[in-house]
């Protein structure tokens, strides 16, 4: 995995709170920094894509692993 700026575990949360939570917490992240987001809600796969396409912001990588979904989102 890339190095990161900031984590942000939204672990036992469902949709559509690890979205709201990242929204959030990249609106007080500068441009060019990079969030990574550990979710467990299936979900939040199609979920994150559509937010970064939604929003300008680039979905960097995309994975599961031990039940987990990582995520890395560039702020535009």
Do not use: Y
Not at 1 to 30: H, V, W, Y
Not at 41 to 61: H, I, R, W, Y
């Amino acid at each position: 995995m890339a190095d990161f700026d900031q984590e942000l575990d939204a672990s036992g949360l469902n949709c559509p709170l690890p979205i709201l939570r990242a929204k959030k917490t990249l609106n007080a992240m500068s441009s060019g920094q990079v969030l990574h987001v550990i979710a467990t809600d299936p979900g939040s796969v199609k979920d994150f894509d559509a937010f970064a396409k939604q929003t300008g912001n680039e979905l960097m990588e995309s994975k599961e692993e031990g039940g987990k979904f990582h995520f890395l989102i560039k702020k535009s």
